[in-house]
């Protein structure tokens, strides 16, 4: 169902931080009103992050909040000459009057492999940036290049084009140095300018055959480092990455493949194969291709459908340049973001205590800690993550090791006193039941408290396990459950907000699927009609809601009582408390 676009602009002004580049020095500052103290100096100690024990010690927990931004990597860096876009409010709305283009769905059709891969040299880009295209494959094959949006319900515009060109098999890169990375080394078949024209969102290339019409994606974030926009979107890249088993291995196992260019068909076989670096420069296939499609696409839609100026970055381009995130007023994370630097996190928790809305729209977000690996000129290549302490940087610094955030031998950064809940399951569908229902989140529903959310839980969720480190002031909007065995206890799922100190307001769903839900393009899983509208409407209210920067004081958050969860729990239908490992992949 296509719904009607609508239009708003959100009231209120947004503060900036100057983020400067100095040659000689990497500096990262902020005006008086978003002050961040003790800013560590490059190569200095990382900061220390300590949580409050127990619900009521409201000022334990706020001391929790001494978190530092991290200094940049990278600044700005040095940007070739570019026409300077406008900055007027309204530009993604006359951005969106343009015709759209639904042929970009043809590399997402029925069918075999596609005759031609390929990927790009970069994964973001600004103005002014020529971005290398690298091809694998036979015959002639023609390069588009779509910006991702609502188009009147076309989902994309067509932004540039190539002439035809032929494509030649390439050599396949295998496993290969400690971390066991797959670093494709094809030559470049062409550049894709970057020009003013090209407004900040979410890009995709496909990959055309002119011999048999199929296709293939790469998909390319542009930014502009200068916006201000009130929303801020932050792509799972790192996500893709780690999921993506193109040429024989993910970080999550080892590959049965076949096809041109390696892409990857059939199961696991086995984690002893996997690779310890997701490599970037090679095609995005399989379940990396999905995570995008599943888990980001749908935000951008949606987003981009409602017509408020938004902003774009990668999770690498937030590690290289934290202090990004203090020129938004809000911070909007897709359905599944998993991967996490320790750079993102502590901006991300540094952002908040300045006074930054994050709305968390999925699931399992911040679970892993990564770092990037970068080539010399700073270019992103590599996601390493080995998901145990055999990473070789334990040895010297092991809070640094490449483990689940909540086993990090310290000293630990929590990331449930960030987002207000943790990962507590996967695999199973459930339903959720509305605990509390505020005004500005229900508006434009008739929804009440006690009102069951049907199926509205899958994949992966999220939930209050202990309160332990989290706000005292935590509000659960709704909560579900579900079993890992089908005579053991509930385990719980829940819809989080709480607002900090700093005025912050923060907001989070706790399932994976929550997005895709809304237009139905989640792999395997559907909701009724009636219950996705609905979904759609709480979720264009939270993204409102959370675009102006006076939110968590206009509607500061009401703390729940812990008994009052099981309670509401205990009147979940059987048929909507999930069993865990039922549902697949």
Request: charged fraction near 15%.
């Amino acid at each position: 169902m296509v719904a009607r676009r609508r239009s708003w602009v959100v009231g209120g002004s947004v503060v900036a931080v100057a983020v400067v580049a100095v040659v000689g020095a990497l500096l990262n500052s902020a005006p008086a009103s978003r002050t961040i103290a003790n800013t560590p100096t490059p190569g200095g100690p990382r900061p220390t992050v300590v949580h409050a024990e127990s619900p009521g010690a409201v000022q334990g927990w706020a001391r929790s909040l001494a978190v530092t931004m991290p200094t940049d990597l990278l600044g700005f860096g040095a940007v070739p000459p570019c026409r300077p876009r406008d900055h007027a409010v309204g530009w993604l709305a006359r951005e969106e009057a343009k015709p759209g283009d639904r042929s970009w769905r043809a590399a997402l059709g029925p069918g075999g492999q596609p005759r031609v891969v390929g990927y790009l040299g970069q994964q973001s880009a600004v103005c002014g940036d020529s971005v290398s295209v690298h091809l694998s494959g036979s015959g002639p094959v023609r390069v588009k290049l779509f910006r991702i949006g609502w188009y009147t319900g076309a989902e994309a515009r067509l932004v540039w084009s190539s002439a035809p060109l032929l494509a030649h098999e390439r050599r396949q890169a295998a496993q290969s140095g400690p971390t066991r990375a797959i670093h494709e080394a094809w030559p470049a078949d062409l550049s894709i300018p970057i020009i003013t024209a090209f407004e900040p969102g979410l890009y995709l290339a496909e990959f055309v055959s002119l011999a048999d019409g199929s296709a293939s994606l790469a998909p390319l974030t542009i930014r502009d480092p200068a916006g201000r926009e009130p929303l801020l979107v932050q792509l799972s890249a790192a996500t893709w990455a780690a999921y993506n088993p193109y040429g024989g291995a993910s970080l999550y196992g080892g590959y049965r493949f076949a096809g041109p260019g390696g892409t990857t068909r059939g199961g696991s076989s086995g984690t002893a194969n996997r690779s310890f670096e997701a490599a970037l420069d090679r095609p995005l296939t399989s379940d990396g291709l999905r995570e995008l499609l599943a888990r980001d696409v749908p935000l951008v839609h949606l987003v981009e459908q409602l017509g408020s100026d938004v902003g774009y970055a990668t999770d690498f381009d937030i590690d290289a340049t934290p202090g990004l995130l203090l020129q938004h007023a809000e911070l909007v994370i897709p359905g599944h973001s998993e991967y996490w630097s320790g750079r993102m996190l502590r901006g991300a928790m540094a952002a908040r205590n300045a006074g930054v809305n994050e709305a968390w729209l999925g699931a399992n977000e911040a679970y892993w800690q990564m770092r990037v690996n970068r080539d010399a000129q700073g270019r992103p290549v590599g996601v390493v993550c080995y998901r145990s302490m055999s990473d070789p940087t334990a040895g010297f610094d092991p809070s640094a090791a490449t483990v689940k955030w909540s086993s990090n031998p310290g000293p630990v950064v929590d990331t449930g006193s960030l987002v207000g809940q943790r990962t507590t399951g996967r695999k199973f569908e459930s339903g959720l039941r509305l605990m509390s229902a505020p005004a500005w989140l229900v508006a434009g529903t008739s929804l009440q408290v006690g009102a069951l959310l049907r199926d509205t839980v899958a994949n992966e969720a999220d939930g209050v396990l202990t309160w332990r480190g989290l706000s005292p002031r935590l509000q659960v909007i709704a909560a579900g459950g579900f079993r890992r065995q089908r005579s053991g206890p509930v385990r719980p799922i829940d819809m989080t907000y709480y607002t900090a100190p700093s005025g912050a307001a923060i907001f989070a769903v706790g399932t994976t699927d929550w997005l895709c839900e809304i237009d139905g393009s989640c792999p395997g899983h559907r909701i009724s009609p009636a219950t996705a509208s609905l979904l759609r409407i709480l979720t264009v209210n939270v993204l409102k809601a959370l675009s102006d920067p006076a939110m968590g004081r206009l509607n500061p958050s009401v703390p729940t009582p812990l008994r009052a969860i099981g309670a509401i729990v205990r009147l979940l239908p059987p048929d909507q408390i999930g069993l865990a490992g039922t549902q697949a992949d």
